[in-house]
């Protein structure tokens, strides 16, 4: 038999299925790569060995899937992590592919495209969800990747993550400690891990100090869903006097709302992410960001160790987290000064 055609036409299998069991890739099953094996010996087929080099060569390209909201591409401090990581991918002869998802398609989709077509030689994913079935499939795949983030997937993975559960913690304490008592949440989607833990994280410090925590709203993790999270909460019989919100977008969104409702006099209102332009909004930001030198760096160092095939337990980072404090936390007429000594 002098071809893949011929010898694919045989077995009832398709050319890709064929090659890439001759290629020993594990997508395909055992029994199919043993059967494509047996038939192409029996009847004397050889592989183009100057083609199947080519098929094996390194793509020399990572890829990331970006959320794409109307307006913009990714949440903005992905794109500034992401600059840092291509830059040290790059002095390892790899390429950063930055990969808008299209409106109607899945990041699962996207995924499979590039590991499936065989493009790309590892996977970076931003913004895990608790669940997460792009983990699932990399995993099923072999391919090596790292999340900004963690899951809830049973396999262990490599991630880099920010604490925002204690970081949460932290920041709802400070407001009790000012005098706050009817903290609110403003919360991003739940079955986002990093939505999820930042609301156990105020819902222990508002039970530890024997207050029911059900002054919260849940929308979109963008400036419009803030804003619409917190009129929400101030339309509520007994409105907050503090806010803790899910990530910076919402907490200027929280802030246009209160400008525009009287009853937003006074409210103290953090954020999370640390992004550029808080410090530009009327009050500025008070915010969280995770610590440590340069995560994009850290997180292409745990790529390239993941590439090597070091094991998944030994490439998770767990960052602290550490106030930004600017005016939006105290505006004038709240319950008092946050008190320094809890950070």
């Given at each position: 038999?002098?071809?893949?055609k011929e010898l694919a036409r045989s077995l009832g299998l398709s050319i890709t299925t064929v090659?890439?069991?001759?290629d020993g890739y594990t997508d395909v099953s055992a029994v199919t790569r043993e059967r494509v094996r047996a038939a192409a010996e029996k009847t004397g087929y050889r592989p183009n060995a100057s083609?199947?080099?080519?098929?094996?060569?390194?793509?020399?390209?990572?890829?990331?899937?970006l959320p794409n909201d109307p307006g913009h591409i990714g949440p903005p401090h992905f794109l500034d992590m992401l600059s840092g990581c291509a830059e040290h991918l790059a002095s390892a002869g790899l390429n950063l592919v930055m990969a808008p998802v299209p409106r109607g398609a899945s990041e699962l989709d996207i995924c499979r495209r590039f590991v499936d077509g065989r493009r790309v030689d590892a996977m970076l994913l931003v913004r895990t969800r608790r669940n997460d079935e792009r983990v699932e499939f990399l995993q099923s795949r072999s391919i090596p990747f790292v999340t900004n983030g963690r899951t809830e997937n049973p396999a262990p993975h490599p991630f880099i993550d920010g604490d925002g559960q204690a970081g949460f913690h932290a920041a709802t304490r400070r407001f009790l400690a000012a005098g706050?008592?009817?903290?609110?949440?403003?919360?991003?989607?739940?079955d986002y891990y990093f939505a999820h833990v930042r609301r156990m994280g105020w819902a222990a410090a508002m039970h530890e100090a024997g207050f029911v925590p059900d002054l919260f709203s849940e929308n979109a993790p963008t400036e419009l869903g803030g804003y619409r999270a917190a009129l929400d909460l101030l339309q509520r019989p007994s409105p907050?006097?503090?806010?803790?919100c899910s990530t910076d977008e919402m907490a200027i969104g929280t802030l246009r709302a209160l400008r525009e409702t009287r009853g937003g006099d006074g409210i103290a209102v953090v954020g999370h992410d640390d992004l550029p332009m808080g410090a530009y909004v009327s009050p500025a930001l008070s915010t969280m960001r995770v610590t440590g030198e340069n995560l994009g760096a850290r997180f292409a160092s745990l790529l390239?160790?993941?590439?090597a095939g070091e094991p998944a337990e030994t490439l998770q980072e767990l960052h602290p987290v550490e106030f930004v404090d600017r005016a939006s936390h105290e505006p004038a007429g709240n319950a008092g000064p946050i008190s320094k000594s809890s950070k």
């Open positions: 038999m002098s071809n893949l090659s890439r069991a001759l083609a199947r080099r080519l098929r094996k060569q390194r793509a020399e390209l990572v890829a990331v899937t706050h008592r009817r903290i609110g949440h403003i919360a991003a989607p739940q907050p006097t503090a806010l803790v390239l160790r993941a590439i």
